[in-house]
């Protein structure tokens, strides 16, 4: 899979270049590129931002360095992504959806937003998603990005060194994940649960599976049909 960031603070991910996401890249499972909108500016300022039209405080994202960088990055089968808390919720299903694409590019946005007429232009040259992280809002797109580019990239094979890992995590099934435990059996006068030192893989898995429903049902009762 190919990913391709703009944003004017191209350091934010520098974080992609560690752990497994580093590995991935090294091994070419990936290839990730991070681009400088202000690189797609004509003026010797390098202006990406003016006041809106109609008013209201602060800036907005000039639409040509936009739409220069779009030029440049987007083919027919790119995926265009906005984060944006105007956007549908991101879940595990759309990690598990774009992870299958070909080409993703994540457009960061600052200030007050970008010019409305980007969406609009990258819309008619590629498949656009406008993808909100949840009920908040954060200074700018890039570490929703960062969040969804880490979300979307370990589930391309190879990438997670035991898949089975994957299908045993939180939302994977529609639950939250089950809690776990390793040595010592008896940390601090808190014993691992028996069933877990009984070798009964079939009362294991029960067990699980009903942790599973308990906690989700405390946490996240939504989730449950």
Same mark, same amino acid.
């Given at each position: 899979?190919?990913i ?18 580093g590995?991935a890249k090294?091994?070419?499972l990936?290839?990730?590129n ?10 010797k300022?390098?202006?990406v931002?003016?006041?809106?039209f109609?008013?209201g405080?602060?800036?907005l ?10 030029? @440049?990055?987007?083919?027919s089968e ?17 990690? @598990?959806?774009l992870?299958?694409a070909?080409?993703?590019v994540?457009a960061?946005?600052?200030? /007050? ?6 969406v609009? =232009?990258a819309? %008619? ?7 909100s992280?949840?009920? =908040?809002?954060?200074n700018g797109?890039?570490?929703?990005a960062?969040?969804m580019?880490e979300?979307?990239?370990r589930?391309?094979?190879g990438?997670?060194?035991? %898949?089975e890992?994957?299908s045993e ?10 809690p776990?435990?390793?040595k010592?059996?008896?940390?601090r006068?808190m /014993? ?7 070798g ?5 898995a029960?067990w ?5 429903? /308990?906690r989700?049902?405390q946490v996240?009762?939504?989730l449950l049909?």
């Open positions: 899979m190919r391709d960031a703009v944003s004017i603070f191209p350091d934010f991910f520098q974080v992609l270049d560690i752990s497994l996401l590995k090294a091994q070419e990936l290839s990730v991070i681009h400088d909108l202000r690189d797609f500016t004509d003026d300022h390098r202006t931002d003016d006041t809106p109609g008013g405080a602060g800036m994202m000039k639409a040509e360095p936009w739409g220069q960088a779009l030029d @440049k990055l987007v083919d790119t995926v265009v992504i906005f984060p944006s808390p105007a956007g549908e919720l991101f879940k595990q299903a759309t990690a @598990k959806e992870a299958s070909k080409h993703l994540f960061c946005g600052r200030y /007050e937003g970008i010019d409305q007429r980007v609009d =232009y819309g %008619s040259i590629a498949k656009v998603r406008l993808i992280l949840g009920d =908040y809002v954060l797109g890039e570490v929703a960062v969040a580019i979300a979307i990239a589930l391309i094979p990438v997670i060194g035991n %898949s890992s994957l995590e939180s939302f994977s099934e529609g639950l939250l994940e089950y776990s435990y390793t010592p059996s008896n940390w006068g /014993e691992v649960p028996e069933v877990l030192l009984s009964n893989h079939a009362e294991i029960k699980r599976k009903a942790k599973a429903l /308990e989700t049902g996240r009762p939504e049909p």
